[in-house]
Structure formats: structure tokens, C-alpha cells
């Protein structure tokens, strides 16, 4: 059984940090591709950080120099370092884990998610 649990979030002022968790369980974790997205109310989810097995990054243009995605492999847990938060990131933040398979299927799971609301 696969799980992601994702910890971490809060309320913060603008300007302020957080640091995000993501602890895996049921997956290979260190073949896996791991990504933090976004939901906020009335809108789509978006990507905001991925890493990949190799540890290649790629970030949302929204968060560039703001944030920072990093994992631990000996830990099955992936982390999303948060600063100069501003009011626009509050959202609930989901952890993926995603890995495409030789057959071209891909497997992808979710955590239920952590809210990270930022205000003064």
C-alpha cells in the first residue's frame, strides 16, 4: 500500500518560512520522480517543484529563488523549502510521487495534502 504523508504546513506571515515534508512508504522511493503542487480555492492544481531520481529540478516560474525541492532517499521523504512566502502561495501543497513504466503506463500517487496559508 502506497502512502505519502506530507507534514509541515501552517499559518505563516508574508515574508516568512516553512519547510514541507513528504514521507513515502509502499514505492522504490529512490527511482521515483517526487513533485510538489498547489491548490488554490477556484483553482487548478499547479506543479510547483519536481525532482527527479537523478535529482534534477524544475520549478513553477512563481517560486523560482523562493523555493527550493530537495530529497533524502535514505529517509523516503522528499522536503520543499519555503521562503519569502507570500499571501498568492497560500494553497493547499500535495506531494507526487511518479514513475513511468517501460510499458508507457505511468504510476502516480498522491498525499492528501497540507495547508499553507500565509497572512498577517
Known amino acids: 500500500q502506497v502512502q505519502l504523508v506530507e507534514s509541515g504546513g501552517g499559518l505563516v506571515q508574508p515574508g516568512g518560512s516553512l519547510r514541507l515534508s513528504c514521507a513515502a512508504s509502499g514505492i522504490i522511493f529512490s527511482i521515483y520522480t517526487m513533485g510538489w503542487y498547489r491548490q488554490a480555492p477556484g483553482k487548478q492544481r499547479e506543479l510547483v517543484a519536481r525532482i527527479t531520481s537523478g535529482g534534477s529540478t524544475n520549478y513553477a516560474d512563481s517560486v523560482k529563488g523562493r523555493f527550493s525541492i530537495s530529497r533524502d532517499n535514505a529517509k523516503n521523504t522528499v522536503y520543499l523549502h519555503m521562503n519569502t512566502l507570500k499571501p498568492e502561495d497560500t494553497a493547499v501543497y500535495y506531494c507526487?510521487?511518479?514513475?513511468?513504466?517501460?510499458?508507457?503506463?505511468?504510476?502516480?500517487?498522491w498525499g492528501q495534502g497540507t495547508q499553507v496559508t500565509v497572512s498577517s
Open positions: 507526487n510521487a511518479e514513475r513511468q513504466l517501460s510499458s508507457g503506463r505511468t504510476n502516480n500517487y
